[in-house]
């Protein structure tokens, strides 16, 4: 993925925000050469996660003379972390603040755990660029593009972006829409929103602006069924394939098939907040859920995803208690989740005397998609 930094040129220098350690040299070998001789005499500091904070005491080494720009908390952060910042000039700022580099003013909007607490943004009324800090983010490559109009976004980065959004960020839906609401009140003076990962945006802004909102809210973004199993021998498998099979015969042919113990479970949280409907598919194991599903739910309790209708299957040899278990979890520890009461339930393997509960909760699933769509 890529680690952000940007630099104004202006009658000061000013480089907001570091980059991962990983990334230092390549940070100072592009800043010596944009600086072209210039010092540096700004750093402003809009997120002090070591992703972006990593170099900041090699920037310190550099050029001591440097004043650094942030909020009370980032400077707390930053002693926790015990970076020298009291042996160097700091300018210590509050929400609304406005700061002057010359020709360019910026304001300083907080923007409290998007992802961390002290995160804020910083706004360049001068020129319209928002340095968003994480939001609006995206993991990602960016080989050698810079602006988001430079790729196929919906095509090759929207998986990406929403993969990010939902697991950085994705228990702070709250939190995103306050920042989308101070946004919405400057929306005609922002041209650019340059996040810390992934590409600039300068054009289409609403699309994505729209898309986080979409995530924020745990609003599904399409109609369909995210079908997630966990199988053992490969009849909980088989038995989900018969359920996708019937979804797509009755015309519903947006559906996904996942394999919780081969796929990352960041794929199967943005995968949950994509789709409308979500069917979980588990063996039992020693009495309980398979644990790589398991994972799954403690995972979607912990990013907080809300909302879905839920169908359940589940299967064991003698005693079968994924399901009820399924349901507790998403009864008890999940926010507005619907589960159907149509449940297949299977001894060992998919026989053809489960035909009609199969049909059953297909029809469960495209009736409850009727009903979200009246
Ligand atoms: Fe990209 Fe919260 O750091």
């Given at each position: 993925m890529s680690y952000n930094s940007y630099l104004l040129l202006d009658e000061k220098t000013v480089l907001f925000d570091t980059v991962d350690w990983s990334g230092c040299r390549q940070l100072l070998e592009n800043l010596d050469h944009v600086l072209a001789g210039r010092s540096l005499d700004y750093l402003v500091i809009n997120h002090l996660e070591p992703d972006h904070a990593g170099s900041i005491e090699e920037i310190l080494l550099r050029w001591p003379d440097i004043t650094l720009i942030s909020n009370e908390k980032a400077f707390m952060l930053m002693r926790q972390f015990h970076f020298d910042v009291d042996d160097h000039e700091i300018i210590e700022v509050a929400e609304g603040d406005t700061f002057c580099f010359g020709t360019h003013t910026v304001t300083f909007v907080f923007a409290p755990m998007v992802h961390w607490p002290e995160v804020m943004c910083t706004f360049d009324a001068t020129n319209g660029a928002l340095f968003s800090a994480d939001a609006f983010g995206t993991f990602g490559a960016l080989d050698g593009k810079?602006?988001?109009?430079?790729?196929?976004f919906d095509r090759d980065w929207l998986d990406d972006a929403r993969r990010y959004l939902t697991n950085i960020v994705g228990k702070y839906g709250p939190h995103i829409q306050l920042i989308l609401k101070k946004a919405g009140g400057i929306l005609d003076q922002i041209k650019f929103i340059c996040p810390l990962h992934g590409p600039v945006w300068r054009k289409d802004l609403m699309y994505f602006i729209g898309k986080y909102d979409t995530w924020s809210r745990y609003a599904p973004e399409e109609k369909g069924v995210m079908i997630a199993y966990a199988s053992m021998y490969g009849n909980t498998e088989s038995a989900a394939q018969a359920l996708a099979t019937r979804l797509c015969a009755r015309g519903m042919t947006n559906v996904v098939m996942y394999d919780v113990s081969s796929t990352n479970v960041s794929t199967l949280i943005s995968e949950a907040f994509k789709y409308s409907h979500m069917v979980l598919a588990s063996v039992t194991y020693n009495l309980g859920i398979y644990p790589a599903m398991h994972n799954f739910l403690i995972d979607m309790k912990a990013l907080n995803v809300q909302n879905r209708t839920v169908g359940i299957m589940e299967n064991g040899s003698w005693a079968v208690k994924s399901g009820d278990l399924i349901q507790k979890f998403m009864n008890d520890e999940l926010k507005g989740m619907t589960v159907l009461n149509e449940r297949v339930s299977m001894a060992s393997s998919l026989g053809p005397d489960k035909e009609a509960e199969l049909d059953t909760l297909v029809d469960a699933i495209l009736e409850s998609m009727d009903k979200e769509k009246a």
């Open positions: 810079i602006f988001a109009d430079e790729v196929n």
